[in-house]
DNA sequence: AAGACTTTGTGAAGGCATGCACAAAATCGC
DNA sequence: GCGATTTTGTGCATGCCTTCACAAAGTCTT
């Protein structure tokens, strides 16, 4: 069982687990079975252990997982062991929002800029940081990053060809609409009317379905 | 060939599809072939004519497909003919932006509800709405509606409860965590972090993968 | 009117993910 | 110590989604 190929949604659930582990952490609970991590995370515990197993086996047969170690695999998994940097580019109110948002620090970033190109805004201080235009940005990256793009559709393009000639990898995308980037740059995408616009989905054809899970993150209660 | 059961993955890029013919309709391109729109969407064509093979057959084999048609035939099987009220709980920074968002009007949603608890925070006005407690929402919701949860973590499963106690069926949740509803009722999740935290996860392995698309929406260029 | 060309719609195949069911492995009680 | 009990790890089956490849169906040219 070599630690290479974990599947994409295996990968995409990781994140889920860790976050399911850290309030037992806090708690001080050492051990923790499938069973009850899975009905905390809302997955299957089948899924979960299966899930769990390409990380190699760090259960304990007739006693649980423990706790801390699990927690610090996947973190290590993840790559979350140093805070990764970010920068937020497009200071807009959705740009604002995701500065002033405490989940970030809590989870392995460190938003390291505010990037802008209205010069009514650059040089402004939003939740603590100076914002700076993209020279700037550009002129004081040196380490890995990511890249927020927060900006109108219009510019989203032209600001992930820039940070991609910067060395970037890593984009995650706020603007609708589809980048082009190289094949070694991975982007995702956050598109909140997609979202919605599936929810309508559901609840016009109502009735019969529903109980859709985006990530298979929702439990019945 | 019935108009049921159309498989999930088609519905989540129905609305990448509209998006995709927007601007062909506003420029009033006629018709168009699943691999101009293909390439415009990011995806593969193969795949959107499977896709759009699901709501009937809208396309003349040797032409293309009717851009007007296609685009009012995806928005009527998303139930968009008539735009969809959205309440919008929880007036942090992310409840702000999201109210502030221009995209939910454009793309079939009317922002009716600005819901706070904080009586500091309810009777002030954002962007051009009023902000209402719990209690006034839910005197007033009548007409189908679409809670979008931008609360903190520790109060968004108290939100759920109440809202689906009103009668709330879809639910756009930003608070990161498990949401336990009945089984009726439908949750679509979005974790900031847990995006970052994946991207990561590609970056640290970087160099052999990358290029993994969210929900196929990338491009390569 | 017929043949060349284009593009859709779809059957079939392959790959991936999920869920089941159980053997393997550990603890606990006596 | 040994059998009962618990819980992990995983082989297998099932179902879903994607991709391929091509026949069907239309347009265009001559």
Known sequence: MTRRDIPDATVARLPVYLRALHPLVTAGVEVVSSEELATIAGVRSAGLRKDLS???SYGVRGVGYDVERLASEI???LGLQHPWSVAIIGMGNL???LAAYSGFATRGFRVQWLVDR???VVGTEIAGMRVVDFEQFAATVTEQVIAVISTPPVAAQEVADAVVELGVRSILNFAPGVLSVPSHTQVRKVDLATELQILAFHEQRGKDDARIATDG???SG
């Open 54 to 56: 390409y990380l190699g």
């Open 75 to 77: 973190t290590r998994q």
């Open 95 to 97: 740009g604002h929002a």
């Open 118 to 120: 209205d010069p009514a």
């Open 217 to 219: 993150i929702e439990a």
